[in-house]
């Protein structure tokens, strides 16, 4: 089993496993399992739909057209409830991170960067060097109060509380609370360091000047909702999907052709454009 893999259910399994041994007394095994599985989703899901989704193919790559209503909603349910991450300074961390990929300026990874070097820039990113996030989107009020040091405090703070206050166990909520953030920390490891190293996963496209690599195995596209195809997006990254082949697996684009079922999202011109080498004979959407 490739280590990425190891990892990623070893974090799943100790999940698991600190449900049901830090279960309150007064809801049993089984009902911990449920809460802190239903709490694992959630925050999984929703974390999913904001950065792949939204922030990243909807703001960033402007790939995808969402209503703007839904972006700010999943943007503070996200924040509130969910793993807090600054819509506006990710943005410009991806944008600078596309640009230099791999290279000086890329506030995610140098080339040299090993694996405890980039775990730690998962969490304390290199400066950023330009301002590439003046988007309308990005300086409405919503987004501006989100970014905010203060709302990151307070929101999670709340959701804390109240999760806290629902389960009625404070050794559990830790527990989960903490449990699902390493999960959070796997999944951008798989995106910062697994798939911008050489020694792992494929290369569709060899010429470029980045480390970028594919990996397509279930459980870290599902749980990247398919932001692990790289060297796929490095080399075409406005297109609206991430699979570049019928036989890749691509969770991330079933979301969003269920959104695009819901009226929610539609592509804009630059995300439908087909590259002419592309493996797909139809873009599908
Ligand atoms: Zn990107």
Known sequence: MKIYNLAGYSIILSYIAAAVYFAPAHLGPWMGLL???????????????YLADVLHLGIAHRSLDYKEWFMKFVTV?????????????????????????????DPNKLADDGCWRTFYLCVMPYQCIDNMAVDEILRSRTFRV??????????QAFSFYLFWKLVGNLKFVLAMWIGIRIFAQWVNMVQN??????????????DDDDNAMNIGEWLPVTATFSACFQNNHHHYPR????????????????????????????ATTTGEQVPKDLPLAALDF
Do not use: Q
Request: proline fraction near 2%.
């Open 146 to 155: 989100v970014e905010h040091p203060v709302f990151a405090i307070v929101a």
């Open 239 to 266: 297109l609206l999907r991430l699979s570049h082949d019928e036989s890749e697996y691509d969770f991330g684009f079933m979301t969003v052709k269920v959104m695009k079922y819901l009226g929610l999202v539609k």
């Open 77 to 105: 349910v996200n924040n509130v409830f969910g793993l807090y991450v600054g819509p506006i300074a990710w943005v410009n961390r991806h944008r600078l991170h596309h640009k230099n990929a791999d290279h000086a300026g």
């Open 35 to 49: 809460i802190g599985g239903v709490y694992f989703v959630f925050c999984w899901f929703v974390a999913g739909l």
């Open 193 to 206: 360091y697994w798939t911008h190293t050489r020694t792992f996963g494929y290369c569709r496209y060899h």
